[in-house]
């Protein structure tokens, strides 16, 4: 049994990246990939119901060239009156790991508890059953979010550090889990990608977890492609693919959770 594992994702599901997200399933599965965690966003930057788009929905609800598993990826994945201030971690998060949004970074456990209820129902309604998984929309969180999850009825979510399971009180276990993924938003960060990516990779080639985050607008710009391609191959060769309930399986099985 290989020791070291991989698990891939596909960021921002939503009816606007229709035409992405079927390239980029189209493109795992042409690879080899055969499971994907596929992160579903109810109402991306406002721009409609994920629910009501019936092109969509017939999609997501499938067949499908891969194993998916579908989690629940913010509401609207935009934050919005962010507060003025906040933790100097909040205030670097918010200027520096994404572009304005950190839907959850700064939400209380109430607000956040609505969205997750929310998005929850959008959910059950595309799938016909509620997620067990949430990922905050750039990686970025605020310390009620996992009370919040627990209050939603939500077991795990994760983080740029790795994948957490969090008890019935909000109690979290984390497992340890870098995650490579490729930015496209400016010119140099595309380009920096390029080199970044490839370099990640070699420096957590011994890690017992890697995580690969793939973004719709990854599959605009053929040299992001190529270099998508390029890693996920060599990480094929040499880790075994598991899929998001695997990868976290070890936490689940822990008896300390609290
Ligand atoms: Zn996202």
Not at 149 to 168: N, Q
């Amino acid at each position: 049994m290989n020791e070291r594992k991989l698990h891939v994702a596909l960021h921002d599901v939503a009816p606007k990246h229709l035409a992405r997200a079927k390239r980029a399933e189209k493109l795992l599965a042409s690879l080899g990939v055969e499971k994907a965690t596929f992160l579903a966003v109810p109402d991306f930057h406002h721009e409609g119901r994920s629910d009501l788009a019936e092109p969509f929905v017939e999609w997501c609800r499938g067949p499908h060239p891969l194993e998916i598993e579908w989690a629940l990826h913010g509401y609207f994945h935009v934050e919005e009156n962010a507060p003025a201030g906040g933790s100097a971690r909040e205030r670097f998060d918010r200027a520096w790991m994404t572009g304005g949004e950190g839907e959850f970074l700064a939400l209380p456990a109430a607000e956040a508890e609505t969205r997750l209820r929310e998005g929850v129902r959008v959910h059950e309604s595309i799938f016909g059953a509620a997620p067990a998984h949430f990922v905050p929309p750039a990686w970025l969180w605020h310390e009620d979010l996992p009370r919040a999850l627990a209050a939603a009825g939500i077991r795990s979510f994760e983080a740029h550090k790795g994948l957490c399971v969090v008890g019935p009180d909000g109690g979290q276990e984390w497992l340890l889990a870098p995650v490579i993924s490729w930015a496209t938003r400016t010119l140099a960060r595309r380009i920096g990608s390029l080199y970044v990516c490839p370099a990640l990779a070699f420096l957590w080639r011994e890690t017992r977890l890697l995580r690969v985050a793939l973004h719709p607008f990854d599959f605009d710009w053929s040299s992001t492609q190529a270099s998508i391609e390029k890693l996920l191959k060599a990480q094929l060769e040499t880790r075994e693919q598991v899929s998001l309930a695997e990868a976290l399986d070890p936490l689940v099985r822990a008896p300390s959770r609290s």
